[in-house]
């Protein structure tokens, strides 16, 4: 009798556990408009496979990752990506790559977000502060300056940044858990939107005058 009652409630909790987690899989893209007409459709991903008996090594690899891209930018930083648009293999895999370099003295990663993927993030060379802020109510910063081979998550779509305060350039990896994460820098999409927001709207969310609102988008 002891056993039919564990069985009962295995079952009851491996239910509960499968319709736990009955939903719909994370997007691989911005959105995906329904049509009803198969000859203008796309593939969700926005992929087509390729036969698995022609798949080459070459499919699953990249080359260039130890060299470091010029951060002589108006952000002092720079990112050479690693997801499906460089390796095909990654498609449905769920996973990607970034390089990150940063200028000494406020090379920055800017506030942005990242849609589809949680990031975890190794410093290699130099030290940096990161956070994220968590979403409303709350918007608290949870921030630590990170050193060589030090490493920090950051929860998927939250704002995160990194900042090198130091005086030398920082390098780091981070792993993304999408094939293609997407980015959203927070400054970018706000004041730099095509076209523009109107300036009635960013005034009154930012608390600004509507002439800086104004010489803010002209920046972007």
Known sequence: MEGF???QALFILTLAS???YASDPSPLQDFCVAINDPNDAVFVNGKVCKDAKLATA???FFSGLNIGKITSNSVGSSVTPVNV???SGLNTLGISLARIDYAANGGL???HTHPRATEILVVLEGTLYV???TSNPDNRLIAKVLNKGDVFVFPVGLV???FNPGKSKAVAIAALSSQDPGVITIANAVFGSDPSLNPDVLSKAFKLDKSMVKSLQSKF
């Open 131 to 133: 956070g994220f802020v």
């Open 160 to 162: 995160h940044f990194q």
């Open 58 to 60: 070459d499919d699953f």
């Open 85 to 87: 648009a460089q390796i």
């Open 5 to 7: 009652h564990f069985l």
């Open 18 to 20: 499968s319709l736990a």
């Open 109 to 111: 990663n800017p506030p």
